[in-house]
Each structure stands twice: as structure tokens, then as C-alpha cells.
């Protein structure tokens, strides 16, 4: 069975930082673009972060840009975000997803393997 198993995640202060790790279970990441999205109450689920199968295409979403970093580590089957100087509004359920065919990008109709989610919540 193909499984993302997400990890991470928490209660943190405004300003403060938080990594997000996202291990595949049943394959292997290598050949997969990640990307990683979050929905918060109410609101619809947004993009996030990507990252291409190689590493070398990376997109982030205006909101997050300069303070997220997407990575992976493809020797550990993980994929990581690391979320600095979070914010009251980046508050939510963060998930990573995972396709074979889709490039990269924030487009959540392209990826077909999803994790669990796990709860970001930004507040002090």
C-alpha cells in the first residue's frame, strides 16, 4: 500500500518555526514531484510548496515565499518543509502529496497519493 505518513506539526508562537516531515511508506520518492498544501477552517485547501522530482524545480506560494523551505532527502524517503517566521494565518491542516506524472506545482488535482495531514497552529 502507498502511504505518505506525515510527522510534525504542533502549537508555536508567532515568529517561531516548525518542521513538517513526509516519509513514503510502500515505494520509493525517488521519480515522485511533492507538494505540500493546507487548509484552514473554512477556507478552501491552498498550494503551499513543490518541489520536482529531481529537486531542481521548486515553486512556493506568494504567502509563504522567503520564509518556507521545501526539501528532500530521497536516500531517507522523506520530504521536508521547513516553516520559519510562521504567522497567525498559516494556521491549519498541512498535507503532502505525491504523483509520478505531475512536473511539480500547487495544483492539488495533480497529485495522486496523499498523507494523513497534520495540524499547524500559529498562536500565543
Known amino acids: 500500500q502507498l502511504q505518505l505518513v506525515q510527522s510534525g506539526g504542533g502549537l508555536v508562537q508567532p515568529g517561531g518555526s516548525l518542521r513538517l516531515s513526509c516519509a513514503a511508506s510502500?515505494?520509493?520518492?525517488?521519480?515522485?514531484?511533492i507538494g505540500w498544501f493546507r487548509q484552514a477552517p473554512g477556507k478552501e485547501r491552498e498550494g503551499v510548496s513543490s518541489i520536482s522530482s529531481t529537486g531542481a524545480g521548486v515553486v512556493y506560494d506568494h504567502s509563504v515565499q522567503g520564509r518556507f523551505a521545501i526539501s528532500r532527502d530521497d536516500a531517507k524517503n522523506t520530504v521536508y518543509l521547513q516553516m520559519n517566521n510562521l504567522k497567525p494565518e498559516d494556521t491549519g491542516l498541512y498535507y503532502c502529496?505525491?504523483?509520478?506524472?505531475?512536473?511539480?506545482?500547487?495544483?492539488?488535482?495533480?497529485?495522486?497519493?496523499w498523507g494523513q495531514g497534520t495540524q499547524v497552529t500559529v498562536s500565543s
Open positions: 510502500g515505494f520509493t520518492l525517488n521519480g515522485y514531484a
Open positions: 502529496a505525491a504523483d509520478r506524472q505531475y512536473p511539480y506545482g500547487l495544483v492539488s488535482e495533480g497529485y495522486d497519493i
